[in-house]
């Protein structure tokens, strides 16, 4: 909350041409067996934390509370179920409250953490982020996605600041199941598909910056993935939990809200209105990558992303990245869930706007059952790659 103060005062006397960075969270405490010393941490923060977690609030229940009881932290805890939605958040709020709660604590995945920032902002407490995986950047980001009950994306809140504090606990990490990191790749490599396309021309520096890194960012992920998914807990392994935990949170917090999401993400949004979905935030953003390349390429021609499909296509096989609606347990869906699942990817105020073409609701939707088709005048190509 520290950095706020100062921005407030900067907003009443310069309203005009102020501009609120939050590229980063005040500490990052990361490493192997650091619980101990991030509960010292964190009573530099507050004295009653509230932990807001969500499936996993049972495995920390073992590593955190009795370094928090260590402490001589008074803690309460509770569930952010069903979702990151308005009646949790409002539930959350009053638990808070009864508690006399003067630090959040997000501990789990995505949904878990973005309602943790979330309910701090709303109360104007200070929010530790403690990942149980590395399916997302949440931890890192002043950023939070809100649902219905039902799990349908409803809108982002833009929070004032990053995390007080990041703990990145590899033990913990590795705790999740293998698909959780595998989904962290899918959403990280996005930001360079997505970042390329809406900021790809910026001028300015730290947009230009946010671009480069994430194109830093899905080669180092391209080069080590495989890897990292054969030994969990190598140093690889880490060096690709740091690349999804924390790089692509730099890369969000230096690209800001210039730096957005295009069709990848728009296309997730679009899936969470169909019922019965299994699927977890990257898998279905990285379908999205696909969908967005086969548009570029269907709609304007674009040789580089219909090669760049095929390459990630290859590259999901490998790791395990749904490559279909069949992949993500939608092969089932009917035309008219297809449709509307596109009409909302397609909303006036989508980010799919941000492609530099139209796109009419049929072509989302051939899009949409096309991401594995092979390249459209691939002869032409072979014969060039012969010349
Ligand atoms: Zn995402």
Known sequence: MKPNLSAEKLSTQTPSSLSVLTVAPEKVIRGSQILTEAAVAIAHLGSRPLIVGGRTLGVTQAHLQPIL???????????????????SLEALRTIAKEHKADVIIGVGGGKALDTAKLVAQQL????VTIPTSAATCAAWTALSNVYSDDGAFLYDVAL????????????????????????????????WYEASVSSGHSEQTLIISAVQQARVLRDILFQKSV????EPGSEVWKEVVDATVLLAGVIGGLGGAQCRTVAAHAVHNGLTQISGHSSIHGEKVAYGILVQLRLEEMVIGNQLAASARQQLLKFYAEIGLPKNLGDLGLGNITLSELQQSAEIALAPNSDIHRLPFKVALEQLMAAMVSTTAPVEGNRLTIMNDEL
């Open 160 to 191: 004032s600041s990053c995390p007080d504090l990041l703990i990145l606990d590899y033990d913990l990490i590795q705790t999740a199941p293998q698909r959780m990191l595998v989904a962290g790749i899918g959403d990280a490599i996005a930001k």
């Open 227 to 230: 890897a990292a998914l054969q």
């Open 69 to 87: 009881q260590q402490q001589r932290l008074h803690f309460a805890q509770a569930s952010y179920a069903p979702d990151c939605s308005e009646a």
């Open 124 to 127: 104007q407490l200070p929010v």
